[in-house]
C-alpha cells in the first residue's frame, strides 16, 4: 500500500461507533464485526455502471453471513451500505488516487447510510471530504549518530539489514561496514521501496559498492521481486508510476524545482518554477500563482515534502533526494536545465543583494543574516552553476559576480571566510575572459576585502591592484577609492585611522583622480591642534608599499 518514491497519504474518515468523532489510527480488525476490503480493480467495477461487481465481507464468527451478487454498480453500493449499516464496520479501499472523485461520492454515500462505517483510503491523493483525517506516513527513521548503537536502532537500518539477510545469510551489521549502511540508508532519504532494492544488490557490490554507485542509483536499484508489482520491480518505474498520474502543469513544476537545494521557500518556488514573460505560449504559461496550485498539489500528493521549524510562521518545502535526481532528469528531458538554472540564480542573486543592503541599515543585520542561513546551500550551487557557466559567457557569468558580491558580509559574520574567498578566486578566475563590468568590480573588491579579513594580506594586495587597473579602464573613480581603502585595510569606510609614519596619528580620507594619483587628505594631531596637511601618493606605489604592523608605509611626492 506504499506508493512510488514515498509513503502514500493515508486517510481514515469516520466517527467513533458511539457516536462523537475519533482521531484514533487504531485499526485492531478485533474492533469492527466486519471488515470490507477492495484493491483499485474490484473499485473500478464497484464504481462503473455497466460492469457487475462481487463485495466481499469478511464476516466474524459471530456472523453467519455470507456473500453477495450483484449486477449493477448501483445496487452494488445499496447491498454493500445495507450489510455494514448498524455494525461496527472498517471498510478499506485501496490505491484510490486513480478514480478520486468517484470514490468520495462513493464514500460519501455510505457514510450517509451507514453512520457507524470507518472507512480507511490509501491514496497519493486526499479526497477532500468533510469530515476526512488525513495521516501522512513519513520515511523510516535515520540513525540519529555513526556509532553501532544508534545506526542498529533505526527502523531503516533494520530493514536493510533484514533484505539483506535475504540475499546473503552471511550479511552482518557491524563496526566494519556500520557507516556505509548508514550513508546508504540516509542517501535514500528512508525510503523503504529504495532500502529493499539497495540491499537486494548488497551479494552482488557489498555495502561499500552500493554506497559508491548511488549517483546512478536509478540504473542501479532495479533488483525488485518478480512477484512484485511492476512499479515496485525497480525505483525507476515507482518514480515514473508516480509522475504519470500528476496533470501536466505539476510535471513541469516539479522538475523545474528539482534546481532547488536543500529545501526551499514558497517565494523561490514561484520565481524558478514560472514561466519567463515573453517566449512562451500565454495561455499555457504558469505565473507565480499557478506555481502555488501546482505546488499544493505536490505536497498533497507527498512528492513535496512540506517542514515547518518552531517559531517560524512560514513552512520550507524540500524535496527527497531520489525524487530530485528524477526531477533533474526530467528537466534536462524538457530541454529546460539552463533556463531554469539561470533563475535559480537570479532569485538567490536578489535575496543576497536585499539582504547585503539590510545588513548596512542599522539594526537590521541579524534578520537578513538569518534568512540566509537556510538558503546556504542554494547560494553555493548557484555559484557553482554561475561559475561553470561563465567559461561559455554571458549572463551567468554576470549573475555569479554580482552574488559573489553580495555575500562578502555574510561568509565573514559566519565564520566562513575561507569557503568565501575560495569561491571568489574561482568565480573570478573562470570569468577572467570576459570583459570588464561593474559586476566584475564589485566582485574584485569583496575577494579582495575576504583575504584581508583572513589575514593574507599578499592576495588582499594582488587583487586590490587588479581591481585598481580595472577600475582605471571603465572610468569609476569609486571603485579606484574601494581599491585604496581595502589595501589599507579600511574595510570600505570613506575615513579610517591609521599610523602612516612613525609617531604620527594621521585620519586619512582617501580620493582617487583619474590619472592615478591618490590624495590623501589627513591631518597631524599635535599640542597646537590639527592643521590640515595633504600628501599625493601614487596609486600603483602606495597598493605594492608593504604593510608594516598592520599599517601601511608611504611617501609624499
Not at 476526512?132 to 506516513?137: A, D, G, S, T
Not at 499557478?290 to 513552512?315: I, T, Y
Amino acid at each position: 500500500m506504499a506508493i512510488v518514491a514515498q509513503p502514500k497519504a493515508l486517510f481514515h474518515i469516520a466517527k467513533h461507533p458511539d457516536g462523537p468523532e475519533s482521531n484514533s489510527t487504531d485499526l485492531d480488525h478485533d474492533r469492527y464485526q466486519s471488515t470490507a476490503v477492495i484493491a483499485r480493480r474490484p473499485i473500478e467495477r464497484a464504481l462503473s455502471p455497466k460492469q457487475p461487481v462481487i463485495v466481499c465481507l469478511r464476516q466474524s464468527a459471530s456472523d453467519a453471513g455470507g456473500r453477495s451478487a450483484v449486477r449493477s454498480a448501483q445496487r452494488a453500493r445499496a447491498a454493500l451500505a445495507a450489510a455494514l449499516s448498524g455494525r461496527t464496520a472498517l471498510l478499506v479501499l485501496d490505491n484510490a488516487e486513480h478514480l478520486l472523485d468517484a470514490v468520495a461520492a462513493f464514500v460519501g454515500t455510505l457514510r450517509d447510510q451507514a453512520s457507524t462505517l470507518r472507512v480507511l483510503v490509501t491514496s497519493q491523493e486526499v479526497l477532500r471530504l468533510a469530515d476526512e483525517q488525513v495521516f501522512r506516513p513519513g520515511p523510516l527513521a535515520l540513525p540519529m549518530a555513526d556509532d553501532l548503537l544508534s545506526v542498529r536502532a533505526s527502523a531503516a537500518v533494520e530493514l536493510f539489514v533484514a533484505r539483506a539477510r535475504q540475499v546473503d545469510r552471511r550479511f552482518e551489521l557491524g563496526e566494519h561496514n556500520r557507516a556505509a549502511v548508514a550513508e546508504v540508508c540516509r542517501r535514500l532519504d528512508g525510503i523503504p521501496l529504495a532500502i529493499e532494492l539497495a540491499a537486494a544488490r548488497v551479494a552482488l557490490l557489498g555495502v561499500e559498492g552500493v554506497r559508491d554507485r548511488l549517483d546512478v542509483r536509478f540504473e542501479l536499484l532495479t533488483a525488485g521481486a518478480r512477484a512484485a508489482m511492476r512499479r515496485h520491480q525497480t525505483l525507476r518505474a515507482a518514480l515514473e508510476w508516480s509522475h504519470g498520474l500528476l496533470t501536466p502543469g505539476e510535471q513541469r513544476v516539479l522538475r523545474r524545482l528539482g534546481v532547488l537545494a536543500g529545501g526551499f521557500t514558497l517565494d523561490a518556488a514561484q520565481e524558478v518554477a514560472k514561466d519567463e514573460a515573453e517566449g512562451e505560449d500565454q495561455a499555457e504559461a504558469l505565473d507565480g500563482w499557478d506555481v502555488l496550485e501546482r505546488l499544493g498539489g505536490l505536497v498533497d500528493k507527498s512528492l513535496v515534502v512540506a517542514e515547518g521549524a518552531e517559531g517560524d510562521p512560514l513552512p520550507r518545502y524540500r524535496l527527497l533526494e531520489t525524487t530530485r535526481m528524477f526531477a533533474l532528469e526530467r528537466l534536462a528531458e524538457a530541454s529546460e536545465t539552463e533556463a531554469t538554472l539561470l533563475r535559480h540564480a537570479r532569485c538567490f542573486t536578489a535575496l543576497a543583494e536585499r539582504c547585503d543592503a539590510e545588513i548596512h541599515a542599522q539594526g537590521q543585520g541579524a534578520g537578513a543574516l538569518a534568512r540566509l542561513d537556510p538558503e546556504r546551500d542554494n547560494l553555493l550551487h548557484a555559484l557553482r552553476w554561475c561559475e561553470r557557466g561563465a567559461s561559455r559567457g554571458g549572463k551567468a557569468a554576470e549573475v555569479g559576480l554580482q552574488l559573489l558580491a553580495a555575500l562578502r558580509y555574510y561568509w565573514s559574520s559566519r565564520g566562513l571566510l575561507a569557503v568565501g574567498a575560495a569561491q571568489a578566486l574561482r568565480s573570478l578566475n573562470a570569468a577572467t575572459p570576459l570583459p570588464v563590468s561593474r559586476a566584475r568590480l564589485q566582485a574584485l573588491g569583496s575577494a579582495a576585502q575576504l583575504h584581508g579579513w583572513m589575514g593574507q594580506p599578499a592576495e588582499a594586495a594582488r587583487l586590490a591592484l587588479e581591481l585598481l587597473a580595472a577600475a582605471r579602464d571603465m572610468g569609476s573613480v569609486e571603485h579606484e577609492s574601494r581599491a585604496i581603502q581595502t589595501r589599507f585595510g579600511a574595510a570600505g569606510k570613506a575615513v579610517h585611522s591609521r599610523t602612516l609614519c612613525r609617531g604620527t596619528d594621521l585620519g586619512v580620507h582617501i580620493l582617487c583622480l583619474g590619472s592615478g594619483v591618490v590624495v590623501l587628505a589627513h591631518t597631524v594631531g599635535d599640542s597646537t591642534g590639527e592643521v590640515p596637511l595633504p600628501l599625493l601618493v601614487d596609486a600603483n606605489d602606495l597598493l605594492r608599499k608593504p604593510m608594516r604592523d598592520g599599517a601601511a608605509s608611504a611617501e609624499a611626492t
